[in-house]
């Protein structure tokens, strides 16, 4: 069955801080790859996605994630973390040939210390 | 301009009544979607139309209705509204070949 898994439900970092959120998925072939934020009371925003090509790719915000075929992992980073960041952040996986569904992990709350 | 909008924004009502959440995209794309998110965050797939056909039903309650009077808009009516539809719900939209979907702001609907 096809499932994706945050294993973090709630991180707390320190401003300025390094962060790492991860992901891990079951799917039956490579699907496309995505992360998108949702601040309180806020719809969904892309950060990043990966279809294919380099492993490592750039966002919007300074995130970056990684997708490691291996361990069927796309973790979500960020070198320093701003006040700003603090938001709820959802893995996703989904094919373009299945019309496009989308299958979220739990999603990940981010809190962010001064 | 807002690249997909949902209103209204937020809906209050009472259980058995019938309302509608609508939806418009302005980005051209050919797929909509309908996503509700549970109170625990939870976002699950429930509808998706393609150049206003259905596509996707995610073995959803026939009290809910989505129609697309054309591939810009698609509206999500729900009938004799329970306790558990409670949630909210996002509306999305994606571009032909495209992998990734833009979402609206969402629908807070509370049933009392």
């Known amino acids: 069955a096809q499932s994706v898994t945050q294993p973090d439900i709630h991180i707390t970092v320190s401003e300025g801080a390094s962060l790492e959120l991860r992901c891990n998925y079951s799917?039956?072939?490579?699907?496309?790859l995505f992360w998108y934020v949702q601040s309180p009371g806020q719809g969904l925003q892309l950060l990043l996605k990966y279809f294919s090509g380099d492993t490592l790719v750039q966002g919007i915000k300074g995130f970056e994630a990684e997708f490691k075929r291996s361990q069927s992992s796309f973790n979500l980073r960020k070198p320093s973390v701003h006040w700003s960041d603090a938001a709820e952040y959802f893995c996703?996986?989904?094919?373009?040939?299945?019309?496009?569904?989308?299958?979220f992990g739990q999603g990940t709350e981010l809190s962010v210390k001064p | 301009d807002t690249a997909v909008s949902q209103t209204p924004k937020y809906l209050v009502t009472q259980m058995g009544n019938d309302k509608s959440i609508k939806c418009e995209q302005n980005?051209?794309?050919?797929?909509m979607y309908w996503y509700k998110q549970d109170s625990k965050k939870f976002l699950k797939i429930m509808f998706s139309y393609n150049n206003k056909e259905l596509i996707i039903n995610e073995t959803v309650p026939n009290r809910f209705s989505p129609k697309s009077p054309d591939k810009a808009h698609l509206n999500l009516h729900i009938n004799s509204l329970e306790l558990g539809d409670s949630a909210v719900y996002f509306c999305a939209s994606m571009g032909a070949g495209r992998g990734e979907q833009y979402f609206g702001p969402g629908t807070r609907l509370t049933v009392t």
């Open positions: 996703a996986v989904g094919k373009g040939n299945q019309g496009g569904k989308l299958i």
């Open positions: 980005l051209g794309h050919d797929t």
């Open positions: 799917y039956g072939a490579t699907p496309y």
